[in-house]
């Protein structure tokens, strides 16, 4: 058990171990063992998506578990400490309390924490990914009914769009609503419950963090010049051979 004499150092220790969960580049690291720097095709960016469009399928989708997973696991470690780490407040008269921190703000610090550290790694000079899929698997660690629901929300957009881009912003914009309702209407013994203030801000937050990372795709969704997935970039013109091949699968989820 970790004695600690202040109350702020189990979230440091929390943001501290998640952030550096988070800055892991998965995208970059997998791009490497193919001996591709993802940064340097594409878009650029070392998410699932130019994962995908740049090295395929399986390549994406690999990129997209990881990025999800260290979320998910982010929020686990965060509970972990949480429970080890009691918070010890001295009070007038020799009183000495001992309190825990709460596993929902555990899990929030956690969550915010993992999400910065996959958009501002510290070993890419701050320059990571948007965050979509790393935000999906810490909403999953923390309420795994909201992220089904976001899920979905996010297939529809994109099923119907074919824009990655618009598809995570509705679901980033969807996210405080989805939590309110569940907050408001769901039963809080049932499987999926949420409830606490401190889980709307946090969807607040993340969803304003996951916007903001896409302020050039708003732009371009504007101008009717962003990217439809399945569609070659005229930058990218195919060669003959790729134009043969068939169309790429739709890309993985946010």
């Known amino acids: 058990m970790i004695s600690s004499p202040f109350p702020v150092l189990p979230v440091v220790l929390i943001v501290a171990a998640s952030y550096l969960l988070g800055s892991i580049p998965s995208g970059l690291l997998i791009s490497l063992s193919r001996g591709i720097d993802i940064r340097k095709h594409g878009s650029g960016n070392i998410g699932a998506t130019n994962v995908w469009r740049t090295m395929g399928k399986t390549w994406g989708l690999l990129a997209f578990f990881c990025d999800a997973l260290k979320g998910w696991l982010a929020v686990y470690v965060g509970f972990w ?6 918070v010890t407040a001295h009070l007038p008269h020799f009183v000495t309390i001992t309190k825990w921190l709460p596993k929902d703000y555990a899990g929030i610090a956690a969550a915010l924490g993992c999400i910065l550290g996959h958009n501002f790694p510290v070993w890419l000079r ?3 990914g948007k965050g979509v ?3 999906l698997g810490v909403i999953f660690g923390m309420m795994p ?3 089904l629901t976001i899920l979905a929300i996010w297939g529809i957009v994109f099923k119907v ?3 990655v881009s618009l598809a995570s912003l509705a679901g980033a914009v969807s996210l405080p609503v989805v939590v309110i309702l569940l907050m408001s209407w769901w039963p809080r013994q049932a499987w999926g419950a949420v409830y606490g203030w401190g889980n709307f801000y946090f969807a607040v937050a993340a969803a304003f963090l996951l916007i903001k990372r896409h302020s050039a795709n708003i732009e371009r969704l504007i101008n009717g010049t962003e990217h439809r997935f399945g569609t070659p970039k005229p930058a990218d013109k195919p060669s003959a051979e790729a134009e043969a091949e068939p169309p790429r699968e739709s890309p993985p989820a946010p």
Do not use: D, V
Not at 81 to 86: F, G, L, M, S, V
């Open 145 to 147: 009914l909201a992220a």
């Open 161 to 163: 769009s074919r824009y």
């Open 126 to 128: 701050f320059k990571g």
């Open 81 to 86: 400490i949480a429970a080890r780490a009691p």
């Open 133 to 135: 899929a790393t935000s």
